[in-house]
């Protein structure tokens, strides 16, 4: 019958030149785990920069059209008053103190919304390149527009940084 072994019995059974062999092979045995831990962690901790610098690198090549810029829109907005059955022009001259709106790239809704001075001109400051969409409200006579009024927009392209972009004149209906 085999006697059963309790922890710490090992050295009551085996000769001392073994009993020092094995402490050796099991010292040798736990600095390799702890070469091994340590590796593991330290490729870890490369790992995680590099997935970090890979990330930053993807979403700062490229960002979207919007504001952070330093490029611009400009233009103006011509304004002609009719009279009730649009049949006469009554006045007409810059657009002051009108809504301009832009919408960034393909977004659904407007991104931003400024008046315009009182000689018609407005400016969207701090772009950066991409596409943009401006538009005004204008006053119509079509019956499809339920509250008499319509968009009229245009695409303007900011293709550097620094650019200012002059969007021309819009002519509107008010």
Known sequence: ??????????????????????????????????????????????????????????????????????????GNIYAKDWNSSFTVITSEGPGQNIDVFIIYGNEISYGDKISTSPDGTYEFKYL????YKIYVYSKTTVSASPNGETAISIDVEITKKKQVV????????V
């Open 1 to 74: 019958m085999t006697p059963k072994l309790k922890f710490g019995e090992i050295n009551t059974f085996l000769p001392k030149k073994q009993i020092k062999t094995v402490h050796l092979i099991l010292s040798q045995a736990q600095h390799y785990i702890n070469f091994i831990y340590l590796n593991l962690l330290v490729m870890k901790k490369i790992i995680s920069i590099i997935l970090i610098g890979f990330t930053l690198a993807i979403t700062s090549c490229e960002k979207p059209a919007g504001e952070g810029g330093n490029s611009a829109i400009k």
């Open 166 to 173: 002059d969007a021309g004149k819009i002519t509107i209906n």
């Open 128 to 131: 950066r390149p991409g596409s």
